[in-house]
């Protein structure tokens, strides 16, 4: 049975704007739910008890193989799975989509020695929401949770473009935004189908963070997308169609 702990635990390749405090830690309204599925054990534990010194995270469980994970998810229902690439198995993205499938709500980010582009698109494409690289240390780690946790793809941006053009589906390249988006909500849209953080769209249009996350709810409610990833899907489906 996978171990409890009272732990915590997080388009794009910097880490995401977010109030701080302290040791750049970050304040949210709710503690992210963090489920970690790695080995061998003392090193989940380790992990976990890192991520439990963050005030805004929380790990609810820990899992060591896809049984557990899939029992850890449906008792916990974690915003975001930390899943080691290499730990569990040769099937990583069979596992990762079949996760996907389960709880749709939950996001993944993938830890992986390699961060290659074909390791990155083949995880995406799965249904993770991110890679990080292990080599580049517990910062980093952190900034990328936090950023997968708010919905943002943690990649390299040439790579996830690549990602999300193959993951365009067809009904997203035959259907256009819809007409009654405004100018302004119509830039934000493309903004986030290039895979630009809120902080990077208020710098390009010259507007607040506060005034993009405003015309994204809006975006949101006049397109019945619900999520960022979907709204990027279709934001290059219309870039598509276009061509």
Do not use: C
Not at 23 to 39: C, E, N, S, W, Y
Not at 200 to 228: D, Q, W, Y
């Amino acid at each position: 049975m996978a171990g409890k702990s009272r732990a915590t635990a997080g388009v794009v390749a910097k880490p995401p704007t977010a109030k701080r405090f302290g040791k750049g830690r970050a304040v949210t309204d709710r503690p992210i739910r963090v489920l970690v599925a790695t080995l061998p054990a003392l090193w989940s534990e380790v992990l976990a008890r890192l991520l439990e010194r963050e005030r805004d995270l929380h790990v609810v469980g820990r899992a060591h193989n896809e049984h557990q994970l899939l029992e850890e998810v449906s008792t916990h229902h974690p915003h975001v799975i930390l899943f080691d690439y290499e730990a569990l198995g040769a099937d990583s993205e069979g596992i990762i989509a079949r996760l996907r499938r389960a709880a749709p709500s939950t996001r993944t980010l993938v830890f992986a020695s390699g961060s290659g582009d074909e390791t990155t698109i083949s995880v995406l494409r799965a249904g993770a929401l991110g890679l990080v690289a292990k080599q580049l240390g517990y910062p980093a780690l952190l900034a990328a949770l936090r950023a997968v946790a708010a919905g943002e793809l943690w990649a390299q941006r040439r790579v996830a473009a690549q990602a999300l053009d193959q993951l365009v589906p067809s009904t997203f390249q035959r259907q256009k935004l819809p007409s009654h988006l405004t100018k302004r909500e119509r830039e934000v849209v493309e903004g986030v189908g290039s895979g630009l953080r809120n902080q990077e769209i208020a710098h390009s249009l010259g507007i607040s963070e506060r005034t993009v996350k405003s015309h994204l709810n809006n975006i949101f409610s006049k397109t019945r997308v619900s999520s960022r990833f979907a709204l990027s899907l279709w934001s290059r489906g219309e870039a598509k169609r276009k061509r």
